[in-house]
């Protein structure tokens, strides 16, 4: 995680470069050399929490024009100079100010001022869920309204394609058609869907294949098995590509880590593969893309060979648990 902090006095430096410590963030002070908005300016986009240490006012004002949504602002807290109060400002939940506040309170023994409603009123977190699962919030416009019922009192529904461990918390049940889904395929219903990385992407290309058709390629393979992108936790291929300037950089561009197995191991998996003398003579197995898939994910392949412009992709999925913890533990 990268953490930034920064205060405003000397007094506040002291416990930045603390917290820094503790956190493994990184210290600055204002005016040295650049001042609150210059600042925000150049960590908002790129930290995943900021500190500020100080007064919350000076902080409110300075991240207010770059507040884009819940689902990409940083974690935001704001901490007084004496360490006696830590509030969490934005992105609560989804970007885990909460629990950056609850951190910083149990190393400090400061106040943690949390203000989300379900947190005052100990319910059932959703979007917070989502971020301590590391799954991803396909429509985080839903998230209010599914907090608003909890609130309410009412009862929500959950359905899941992958097992829950553990009894749902209060109000919440299981449900075929749950109006919270966990899954990694779009189905076009209103219900929250979050998405779980569990999937792995083989994949082939010819060679000097460019960026760009191997992009589009796979644009039209998730259209076309209704596939969220956010449910690729990696890409796999044969060892021969694996400086495959296209793959590598397509890797690059989303965060994908890029590996790659001998044709002996993928020759080795057990299983049924849509077989290719020609691909078999080329590249060692008889197929790249699925069996690189299995191999990577340790589970089964659940969308077979898919081809064009010389690109070839497949989508293997592992058997994961989940569980219904919302809240991170302090102490």
């Not at 210059?38 to 300075?62: H, M, S």
């Not at 974690?75 to 934005?90: F, H, K, M, N, T």
């Not at 219903?189 to 589009?216: F, Q, R, W, Y």
Request: glycine share 10%.
């Amino acid at each position: 995680m990268t953490l930034a902090l920064l205060a405003f006095t000397g007094r506040g430096y002291d416990l930045a470069c603390r917290l820094a410590g503790d956190l493994e963030g990184q210290a600055f002070r204002s005016g040295e050399p650049l001042g609150v908005r210059e600042w925000t300016a150049q960590w908002f986009p790129k930290a995943d929490a900021l500190i500020y240490v100080g007064a919350a006012g000076i902080a409110v004002r300075a991240i207010a024009p770059f507040v884009t949504s819940k689902a990409e602002d940083p974690a935001v807290v704001v901490v007084d100079e004496s360490g006696q109060y830590a509030i969490p400002i934005l992105s609560g939940h989804l970007g885990g100010a909460n629990d950056l506040a609850r951190r910083i309170a149990a190393l400090t023994g400061a106040e943690c001022v949390v203000t989300t409603a379900t947190d005052l009123n100990g319910c059932f977190a959703v979007d917070e869920w989502a971020r301590h699962q590391g799954w991803a919030v396909a429509e985080p416009e839903r998230i209010r309204r599914i907090s608003a019922r909890i609130l309410a009192g009412e009862s929500v529904t959950v359905s899941s394609d992958f097992p829950i461990d553990g009894d749902c918390p209060q109000g919440i049940s299981i449900a075929p058609d749950g109006e919270i889904r966990v899954g990694i395929r779009r189905d076009g219903s209103a219900a929250l869907h979050l998405i779980p990385p569990v999937a792995a992407l083989g994949m082939g290309c010819k060679e000097n294949t460019p960026e760009d058709v191997i992009e589009s390629v796979f644009r039209e393979f998730s259209e076309k098995h209704h596939l969220y992108p956010q449910a690729v936790e990696q890409v796999c291929s044969v060892t021969r590509k694996e400086h495959e300037p296209g793959l590598v950089a397509f890797c690059d561009h989303h965060g994908w880590p890029f590996r790659v197995f001998s044709p002996e191991e993928l020759q080795a998996l057990p299983g049924e593969f849509s077989a290719s003398p020609f691909v078999l003579q080329v590249t060692g197995t008889d197929n790249v893309c699925e069996r690189s898939a299995a191999a990577g994910s340790g589970g089964k392949v659940i969308i077979k060979k898919y081809a064009d412009r010389g690109v070839t992709m497949a989508l293997a999925v592992a058997e994961r648990h989940y569980t219904w913890d919302w809240r991170q533990e302090i102490g």
